[in-house]
């Protein structure tokens, strides 16, 4: 046993210096102010009472909110029925459906929604494809669809594969018990499949939200700079306007914030796993 709390020692160290470290520094910062000398500085929370007290940082919390709710809901709403389907397919086909669903994850996020700005600009593939259909000169870029359209292509993934994981767990042996007992097909999937998919689904809903909620370079890509959600203000605090006090404030309140909804997420999940043992 202490051989291995050896081994552990150097990623502890690690963790410390390159997560620990980070968020260490950014509290800190959240909580100063510079004073009048370069060198010193003075415990202050202006900076969250800057973010708590303008309209306009809250419009944009709200509207980052928005953002990862719609996304994750149309996630769900396109990712469990394409689960469900790959899990009633043969071992081969699945195999083959998940490394369809896997292999454009392979390539650089960012280089994905760089493509989709070719996809969506006038004169683009899809914008051909509504002109067949009367559709012309539509605006899809650098609109609200464009954000949501590169949001549900990048995290649509990581919701399909857990409800599948999920899914593929499942005992087939109870599916055939409430046929046998005269269940419907909708209420066997009702009463019975999807119950049991939802630790999957709320995983799912985890991975989705979180980094949608915080997400930067796709509405700043994808949206032209007129979607600026909360991501966007962080990267712009720090990068452009050089603010790293109100920027490590902002961060703080996200990272709260997220830490909230991973509490509530988890004790969903454990509910879920009582309701399914019971």
Avoid at 86 to 105: E, F, G, H, W, Y
Avoid at 107 to 130: C, D, F, H, K, Q
Avoid at 238 to 262: D, H, K, P, Q, R
């Amino acid at each position: 046993m202490k051989t291995w709390r050896r081994l552990a020692i150097p990623y502890l160290i690690w963790g410390s210096f390159m997560l620990l470290l980070p968020m260490l520094l950014i509290v800190f910062y959240s909580v100063i102010q510079p004073g009048n000398d370069v060198a010193t500085f003075r415990f202050s929370l202006s900076s969250y009472v800057r973010f708590f007290t303008d309209r306009d940082f809250l419009l944009i919390l709200w509207r980052s909110l928005k953002i990862a709710i719609e996304t994750t809901v149309l996630c769900l709403l396109i990712g469990y029925p394409v689960a469900y389907w790959i899990s009633r397919c043969s071992q081969k086909t699945q195999n083959l459906m998940v490394l369809i669903i896997t292999l454009p994850m392979w390539i650089n996020m960012l280089v994905r929604t760089y493509a989709w700005i070719g996809i969506l600009s006038e004169g683009g593939p899809l914008s051909i494809v509504l002109g067949w259909f009367g559709f012309h000169n539509v605006d899809l870029l650098y609109t609200e669809a464009a954000v949501l359209i590169g949001m549900v292509y990048n995290f649509l993934p990581y919701m399909i594969l857990q409800i599948h994981s999920s899914l593929t767990k499942m005992d087939p042996s109870l599916i055939e018990a409430a046929s046998d007992l005269g269940a419907s097909p909708f209420q066997t999937f009702w009463r019975v499949v999807f119950p049991l998919s939802i630790p999957g689904v709320i995983s799912g809903i985890t991975l989705v939200f979180l980094p949608a909620i915080s997400a930067f370079f796709i509405p700043k890509l994808l949206g032209g700079g007129g979607w600026f959600l909360i991501g966007n203000v962080i990267e712009n605090q720090f990068i452009t306007v050089g603010e790293w006090n109100f920027g490590s404030a902002i961060s703080v309140i996200m990272a709260m914030v997220m830490m909230l909804l991973m509490t509530l997420v988890r004790k969903a999940d454990r509910k879920a796993s009582k309701e399914e043992k019971a």
